[in-house]
């Protein structure tokens, strides 16, 4: 590639992340023109954009994972002394188990090991200084270096006596000490600390991994000028416990910022573990091992009180005062303020075994308001996190420091900054809802101060409405149950809108607002549908206004694709079908337009094709299906391609599914209106099979995909092309599917409507095979199913299982129970019928029950009855016709059944 | 200074000197890095391992604060000394890798064991060498999008560091970060499907 090509990508590319949808679109059509070579290169990079999320993360990983194999090392022996085990592995070296072969020293030692590479002439030597230093050392609770020289390799190691012990924390914890015993063990501790003082050496890693007490309780400290050696690669002893490695609890405020270390560094680290002793808890809240999060926590944070921090309420009384005091003391952030050496602090623990006043005193008013001031004023200019800009960033518009044009670029850097760097960070953290919401309100507050401010300048108002929708978007989606978010995001919504008017010519604010009108509608669609009717016109006017200006223009286009699209479903469920059906149509128009502009685009192409089923769906529930057929096909052809080009998406796969499920309905199921061409039903229903099979042998334990093969077999077994035998094997296998499927999730009501479903269609052909006895017995697990569940569709299933139960026995000549099944099914159909609050559908029931009735009674010569019946039917049907949603097949069955009666009761 | 290693640490002093031209500064300061970062990355490992989050990214910038926190270096700012070690740490773990690599497979043993041919899969989350490959890839076009991603990933570096260091905006760190990653991602995907074309 060019620069100069490169540079041009670049820009595009840089501004198109920053919108989205219909925007992104438009603003790349704009930019790249009738430059393919440039679209094809953005495009391409956007759809990278969409899948490299933590990309770079996992490759660096890998770097690191491959650290962590390489270990070429092995080494037996050291000088004088056999390794025998490895104790512990650190980044300058690893710490082995050794013994003297001379028996000059007798017992066991710890031998550290140099790593290869460590070897610099530069590093020998600083090596060598630092173990001068330690032979100083000689201690009582210290570990003491016994020997030091050069392995044959050329590597340098070092001998430490061996501490057999544990580390201090677990040891007061296992041991369960007293305020008391854990002060005299600390003392012996600070002993030895402050013997390395005296002669110069500062431990800079003290932490409870390298303060090991043994058997007989006497504290061994590790590691003394080591760390800065070795780097602290573990102690001989070191447990393992990793997290001290990496978790700065006990580093200094200075070591963590990077100031020069003092003896005052190591008085703040026993202060913190003192900290640890004491209360069982942590002094600091690190939640994110990153430079700015642990340089919060350890140098801005407030440290609370231990007797604040242990959960023990005695230990808590015993800490208040004095002890917070004094450990509060030596962990002062400033190091001036800390005890001066660790003898005064030690002198200090001293009195307080002995109930003497202590030298430490609280902390004053004056002093904490000095620090929090000095404390703010830092986290302002050095905010790591977004909500401490905008904090700061208010501040600032409060004090009016801003001038207009900084309020611009601001509002500017602050919606990409919160809304996508920000947002998006965080949006997969765990527990992130609080940081989220503070986000949302500190970014709110932000924006709606400057809205107010500048309600002249359009360019600042377009970006805030473009903010206003993301910010709606984020409220929606943080938990969309919450009706108070959903209230919170309208209300973002209509401030966008309103920042959208008054920057009406910029034509980013012009899209803006067809998708702030889209969102409103939505939230308003199982509310108030007359609201969100009203937000999607107003939509579809200001997008149909728009694209009359530029009738090319995508980002318009799919905008205007998505309201009408909304508009449909809302109107469907509504029952106002025919409107439905226009918007429907208007929105498959434009996104078969944008399919075939932009045919690699697979949201539009899915939106089409999930459009294209709805549509036909409709026009099937209208009794239009030659009409359904074409939309259904295309529907079915569009998640086909979908498929191929993406095999892995399972959603695409069960979308198909479904819709050749839907097809074949259309085409030929059985039991419903259907344009009766059984051939191409059953190739819609392999489909189905061949997907759902698919589906279910990639994962045998879903329960989805398991019920979805049930059902499609089901559905293939009811087309009567097979032979009734192959029919009854598939479902038979079908109905251990469901069976199984039912056992994990007996509730579960779509699965007894199809189990019961099939149940019925299986002694249907059990009855016309002439196996009457295994007929019955199945129709009367087909009721059992079906009744235990209480569903609309349970219960017409039920009418009907009853009515065909009915028939066979007439067939076998059983008239007292066909009459016993027919009664049964009036009853239930009558009592579902008249519960409180019954739809339509259910009270449907009753008539057809009736005229179920009739049929049975004409086959068994009782004219009158039948005819009583029929009257019975009727008179049930008539109020019902008046009701919306009265089906029209059957409006068409009761006309004839009106004229017949009129008739004379033929 | 009558005892300089006294007042400031080896790493700092090298990462200046290497700074100021001193080539043989960088090949003391690599084991430095190297093995304070193999610590760390062992540490990591087992925490990943005890499925607490850590990011990788925050361990580098773990391994800084632990090779420099005694002294605050003598850079512009701190954030301009993590991008410099940012860099340095780039080059250690691609170094490591190369060697580590051709040890494992050299020595005459061609063979590679299936465990070891799978534990290399691209599915394993990823290859070091690829992403420093992409890198320079990108430098040439693009040579500050490549700082970025340097800085945020093998630096650890936040986006306000980032930006501060590169005296760039905080959007404008955001938008080339993700550019970038964009960019690689498609250039790493060419590279991994030419190799599985040719390959077949």
């Known amino acids: 590639m060019t620069p100069e090509l490169w540079k041009k990508v670049d820009d595009v590319l840089g501004r198109a992340l920053e919108l989205e949808g219909a925007a992104r679109q438009e603003w790349i059509d704009r930019e790249c023109g009738t430059d393919e070579t440039l679209r094809r290169e953005v495009l391409t990079l956007l759809k990278s954009d969409s899948e490299a999320q933590g990309f770079v993360v996992a490759n660096v990983e890998a770097g690191l994972r491959e650290f962590d194999e390489a270990d070429t090392r092995t080494v037996r022996r050291a000088g004088p002394y056999r390794l025998t085990e490895e104790l512990g592995r650190g980044g300058m070296g690893s710490v082995y188990l050794g013994e003297r072969d001379d028996g000059q020293y007798q017992g066991q030692v710890a031998v550290k090991l140099v790593r290869p590479g460590m070897d610099t002439d530069f590093f020998l030597m600083r090596f060598k200084r630092e173990r001068q230093a330690l032979a100083r050392l000689q201690h009582s609770h210290i570990a003491r270096l016994l020997d030091s020289g050069t392995a044959e390799d050329g590597s340098p190691y070092i001998v430490m006596e061996r501490v057999q012990g544990i580390p201090i924390n677990s040891y007061v914890r296992d041991n369960d000490l007293s305020v008391r015993q854990i002060l005299e063990i600390y003392l012996k501790v600070c002993a030895g600390v402050s013997h390395a003082h005296r002669h110069f050496i500062v431990h800079r890693d003290l932490k409870p991994g390298n303060i090991l007490v043994e058997a007989d309780g006497s504290p061994k400290l590790l590691d003394f000028g080591i760390c800065k050696m070795l780097m602290g690669g573990g102690g001989p002893n070191d447990t393992g416990e990793t997290s001290h490695m990496m978790t700065p609890d006990y580093a200094s405020p200075e070591q963590v910022r990077g100031d020069p270390i003092t003896i005052s560094s190591d008085v703040y680290s026993l202060g913190a573990v003192l900290y640890e002793l004491l209360s069982g808890a942590r002094p600091h809240r690190i939640e994110k091992l990153t430079p700015q999060a642990v340089c919060k926590a350890v140098c801005e944070d407030t440290v609370i009180k231990p007797s604040d921090a242990t959960a023990d309420r005695t230990r808590a009384r015993q800490l208040e005062g004095d002890l917070d005091t004094i450990v509060l003391k030596a962990m002062q952030k400033d190091a001036d303020r800390r005890y001066i050496s660790v003898e005064q602090f030690a002198e200090d623990l001293r009195r307080v075994i002995a109930n003497e006043p202590v030298i430490a005193r609280p902390d004053t008013a004056m002093y904490l308001a000095g620090k929090f001031v000095r404390r703010n004023r830092k986290s302002v200019l050095a905010a790591s996190i977004a909500v401490l800009v905008l904090i700061g960033l208010s501040a600032a518009w409060a004090r009016q420091a801003y001038t207009a044009r900084q309020q611009a670029a601001e509002a500017r850097r602050l919606a990409n900054t919160m809304l996508f760097d920000v947002h998006d960070e965080i949006l997969n953290l765990p527990g992130s809802l609080k940081a989220r919401e503070n986000i949302i309100r500190s970014g709110l507050g932000y924006l709606d101060r400057m809205a107010e401010q500048a309600p002249n300048d359009a360019s600042l108002q377009a970006d805030l409405a473009a903010a206003y929708l993301r910010i709606g978007d984020v409220q929606g989606a943080v938990s969309s149950s919450h009706t108070g978010d959903v209230d919170r995001a309208l209300s973002s919504y209509r401030k966008g809108l309103a920042s959208a008017a008054r920057a009406a010519r910029q034509r980013g604010a012009a899209i803006t607002t067809l998708d702030l009108h889209h969102r409103i509608g939505h939230i308003f669609d199982t509310r108030d549908t007359t609201q969100a009717l009203l937000h999607y016109d107003a939509g579809i006017e200001a997008g149909e206004r728009l694209r009359r200006a530029n009738p090319t223009d995508e980002g318009v286009g799919r905008a205007l694709a998505r309201l009408y699209g909304a508009k449909a479903i809302t109107l469907r469920r509504e029952e106002k079908r025919d409107a439905a059906l226009e918007a429907g149509a208007k929105s498959i128009a434009l996104l078969r337009d944008l399919t075939a502009r932009f045919p690699q685009d697979l949201q539009l192409r899915s939106d089409l094709a999930g459009t294209s089923s709805n549509m036909g769906a409709v026009l099937r529930g209208m009794d239009r299906l030659a009409e359904a057929r074409p939309l259904l096909e295309e529907s079915a052809r569009v998640w086909e391609q979908l498929c191929r080009e993406r095999p892995s998406n399972t959603g695409f796969q069960r979308n198909r599914m479904l819709t050749f499920s839907h097809l074949g309905d259309l085409l030929g199921n059985p039991t419903m209106e259907n344009l009766g061409d059984k051939e191409g039903a059953r190739a819609a229903y392999q489909g189905m099979i061949a997907v759902a099979e698919q589906l279910y042998q990639q994962n045998p334990g879903d329960q989805k995909a398991r019920t979805d093969f049930g059902i499609a077999l089901g559905r293939v077994a009811a087309i009567p092309l097979e032979t009734p035998e192959a029919r009854l094997a598939m479902l038979a296998k079908a109905q251990a599917l469901l069976q199984e499927s039912l056992r994990r999730d007996p509730k579960n009501v779509v699965l007894t409507t199809n189990l019961g479903s099939q149940l019925g269609l299986q002694a249907d052909l059990l009855s016309l095979s002439g196996r009457s006895a295994e007929a019955q017995a199945r129709y009367r697990e087909a009721m059992k199913v079906l009744t235990s569940q209480p569903a609309v569709a349970n219960s017409r299933l039920l009418v009907g299982v009853l009515q065909r139960a009915a028939e066979d026995s007439l067939r076998q000549g059983r008239s007292a129970d066909a009459l016993a099944s027919v009664n049964q099914a009036v009853r239930l159909s009558e009592s579902a019928a008249s519960a409180a609050g019954a739809s339509l559908p259910l009270r449907l029931l009753p008539p057809l029950a009736y005229l179920n009735a009739a049929a049975v009674h004409e086959k068994l010569r009782e004219p009158v009855e039948a005819l009583r019946w029929r009257r019975k039917a009727l008179d049930a049907y008539v109020p019902l016709s008046a009701e919306k949603g009265f089906p029209a097949p059957l409006r068409k069955t009761m006309d004839q059944l009106q004229s017949a009666l009129a008739g004379g009761g033929k | ?200």
């Open chain 2, 1 to 200: 200074m009558a005892n300089p290693a006294e007042g400031r640490s080896e790493v700092t002093q090298l990462l200046i000197d290497w700074r100021q031209g001193d080539q043989q500064a960088l090949e003391r300061l690599t084991p430095l890095i190297y093995n304070e970062l193999r610590r760390l990355a062992a540490g990591y490992l087992a925490r990943e391992r005890a499925a607490a989050t850590l990011q990788p990214t925050a361990l580098v910038a773990e391994a800084y604060i632990r090779l420099v926190g005694q002294e605050l270096p003598e850079f512009r700012s701190r954030s301009h000394f993590f991008g410099v070690a940012a860099h340095l740490m780039r080059q250690v773990l691609v170094d490591h890798a190369r060697k580590f690599r051709s040890q494992k497979r050299g020595g005459g043993q061609a063979k590679v064991s299936i465990d070891e041919a799978l534990s290399f899969s691209p599915d394993r989350g990823g290859d070091i060498i690829a992403l420093n490959d992409a890198l320079d890839a990108l430098a040439k076009i693009d040579e500050r999008k490549c700082k970025v991603i340097e800085m945020r990933f093998f630096g650890g570096l936040s986006v306000e560091e980032t930006a501060e260091a590169l005296g760039i905006s905080v959007a404008t760190v955001g938008r080339e970060q993700r550019v970038a990653e964009a960019w690689l991602y498609k250039e790493m995907r060419r590279e991994e499907e030419g190799a599985q074309a040719g390959g077949a």
